[in-house]
């Protein structure tokens, strides 16, 4: 299996959105949450290396197998290809296409892997960072930042740019929950474990830049006010084998060795065990695959006119797939339940219309259940809508069935000579 891209840098180092590849990944979607990591960061700094761990974490389920590693000659790059090197047409974003379900209370998540591959890399313009970095934090409910040995300020102010947005939704809007979810910073080669200790140590790590250096104060406030949640872990080396100049194709488990290991598997539970999970969330509600594909357009027409796309407009488009989901949801409970009834007898005009208020009730309790970011002004519109369809389903059914007795009428009264020729 290979990896699919969703949006490429092309040669003359336009942003290129492939959303097709993305409704076609979704299309398949078996649940309603989904959760969504993806690793960004510059090229050849070991990020497809680490998600084949995260892949094959998901696959063995991890959480409650504790032999997920698997044997000492399993390859590291067991059955599934992200796409490498640094040309153009390997820049971008690429997603697994296999989305892996997951319980996290008692419901189901679907997980969906992303490799951001040439944020912050030299080669591409600033643009080309803000458009990638933008769209990978839109899709993603855990975002991580994959470095060498360090993070640095103009990697951060990189950063600071296309969160943006996070602050531009916090200042326009009375949404008191923050746009985006979880920022991990992964440090990998971490010199100075006697500073900060490898894997959680990088917490306070991250805590000491983001308090200390002055000309990245705006970045600061950025992530902070744009993340629910900011945090780092810090990888040692791993041995002379596994380096940043080779390939990992021919590389096998037993090549990951020690600490190394230890702390991939580590990092790997810390992202992917269901209770660490972090469920994709717009403007603090969840949202659904729809809307998380309209919302992607959006940003993507922006993009295409030159524009930086507003908050507003992300927020219209969250709402609005929002409540065409709710719809759909209500218009189905309520036109199941209206079937049902019919499904097993030929009810009368009263039974029938009582059924139909009850029904109407059920629908109203589905909608607003889901029916949560708009104003209610907005919401009430839409859900005249499903009023409207479900009124039309009503009178729809009630000439079925009208239609459904004259014939058994006509029918008895066929078979009747028959009957008494008997
Ligand atoms: N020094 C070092 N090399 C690594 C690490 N993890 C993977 N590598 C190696 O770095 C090279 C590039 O890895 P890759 O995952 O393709 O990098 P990507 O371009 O960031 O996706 C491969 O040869 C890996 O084996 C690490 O933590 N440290
Ligand atoms: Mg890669």
Wanted: proline letters at 3%.
């Amino acid at each position: 299996m290979e990896a699919k891209s969703i949006a490429t840098i092309t040669a003359d180092g336009k942003f290129e959105l492939n959303i097709c590849s993305l409704t076609e990944i979704l299309h398949n979607l078996k649940c309603r949450d989904l959760a969504i990591v993806s690793m960004a960061g510059v090229y050849r700094t070991g990020k497809s290396f680490m998600l084949n761990f995260f892949i094959r974490y998901l696959r063995e389920k991890g959480w409650e197998n504790k032999d997920w590693f698997g044997p000492d000659n399993m390859k590291i790059q067991d059955g599934f290809k992200w796409k490498n090197g640094s040309k153009a047409h390997t820049l971008g974003i690429f997603v697994c296409p296999e989305i892996f379900y997951v319980k996290k209370n008692g419901e189901k998540v679907g997980v969906l892997i992303v490799d951001t591959q040439g944020l912050f890399d030299s080669n591409s313009s600033p643009d080309t960072n803000v458009n990638l970095m933008s769209i990978s934090a839109l899709l993603s409910s855990h975002q991580i930042l994959n470095f060498q040995r360090k993070v640095c300020g103009t990697d951060l102010e990189h950063l600071q740019l296309s969160l943006e947005y996070a602050l531009a939704a916090s200042r326009s809007f009375p949404v008191k929950e923050k746009s985006f979810q979880k920022l991990t910073f992964l440090v990998r080669d971490w010199p100075n474990p006697d500073e900060h200790k490898f894997g959680q140590g990088g917490d306070e790590y991250i805590d000491g830049i983001l308090k200390n250096i002055d000309p990245i104060q705006q970045v600061k406030k950025s992530i902070h006010s744009g993340f629910e949640h900011v945090n780092g872990f810090l990888m040692c080396r791993p041995n002379e084998k596994i380096d940043v100049n080779g390939t990992f194709e021919d590389l096998q488990n037993s090549d990951i060795t020690g600490s190394f290991r230890e702390h991939i598997i580590m990092l790997v539970d810390s992202v992917l065990n269901p209770k660490n999970l972090v469920v994709k969330k717009m403007f603090g509600q969840p949202i659904s695959a729809n809307g998380l594909i309209n919302l992607i357009s959006e940003v993507s027409n922006n993009i295409k006119s030159g524009k930086q796309p507003k908050i507003e407009t992300l927020l219209e488009s969250t709402i609005k797939a929002n409540n065409a989901t709710a719809l759909q949801e209500a218009v189905l409970k309520y036109r199941c339940l209206l079937k049902r009834l019919v499904a097993s007898s030929l009810p009368t005009d009263d039974v029938l219309r009582i059924q139909h208020e009850k029904a109407i009730k059920q629908a109203e309790k589905v909608f607003y259940s889901m029916a949560t970011i708009g104003t209610e002004s907005q919401n009430k519109d839409v859900w005249n809508h499903v009023e409207e369809e479900c009124k039309t389903y009503y009178e729809f059914k009630k000439e079925e069935i009208r239609l459904r007795k004259a014939t058994t009428r006509k029918s008895a009264l066929e078979k009747a000579p028959k009957i008494l020729q008997w």
